[in-house]
């Protein structure tokens, strides 16, 4: 069995640990990770793998990108969310430089339609007292300025922008080495949506 059937086998079975979905996305190289969290279409797929992931140690923003890394260098998450339409993305993150968040991550997002509703900028930061995740992406924030290359800061209500990010706060939980899957609310609401993200080498 390929490495992303074996995953879905595991979430569609309804009776696995995270532990095992763990083993299998930890024995996998990126591009397979990448491909196999690509897999995981809609809710039917993702919503289990985000209940099993509240298993998991409370996330925090080091789990991210460790607090040692190079400030306003880019890494990517390459993500799938389990929206009907233009599910693929990234996410291209950053540690602030010292002074100026530096506890905390600065971001956008890369997709096709980026160019209708903006870049979608947020702050990553820990939420310790959520008891839905430890870590957040939060959208209600923006960057103090944008790391070379990535497009100009746009605010999230305005334009199309407000449809998507708008007062959106994504939670985090981790699932693996390098995979995370996130679950968005708006209003403090949960929207029963989700995201399942996997890291590039760092």
Request: hydrophobic share 35%.
């Amino acid at each position: 069995m390929d490495p992303s059937a074996k995953i879905r086998s595991l979430l569609s079975g309804g009776q696995c640990e995270l532990a095992e979905v763990a083993r299998e996305f930890d024995r996998l190289s990126t591009g397979d990770a990448v491909a196999a969290a690509r897999s995981l279409s809609g809710r039917r797929m993702q919503r289990p793998l985000w209940t099993l992931a509240a298993s998991a140690p409370s996330t925090k923003t080091e789990d991210l990108l460790p607090p040692d890394y190079e400030p306003m260098k880019p890494v990517r998450f390459f993500g799938k969310n389990s929206l009907p339409a233009f599910t693929q993305f990234e996410k291209i993150c950053c540690r602030a430089p010292a002074g100026q968040d530096s506890d905390r991550l600065w971001g956008y997002n890369e997709t096709r339609v980026r160019g209708v509703v903006g870049p979608g900028y947020f702050v990553v930061h820990d939420t310790p007292e959520s008891a839905s995740g430890g870590t957040a992406f939060d959208y209600t924030m923006l960057p103090q300025r944008p790391a070379d290359g990535w497009p100009r800061i746009k605010p999230n209500d305005a334009g199309l922008s407000r449809f998507v990010y708008n007062g959106t706060i994504d939670y985090m939980r981790r699932v693996a080495r390098d995979v995370f899957i996130g679950s968005a609310t708006r209003g403090d609401k949960p929207m029963d949506s989700y995201f399942v993200l996997v890291r590039e080498p760092i």
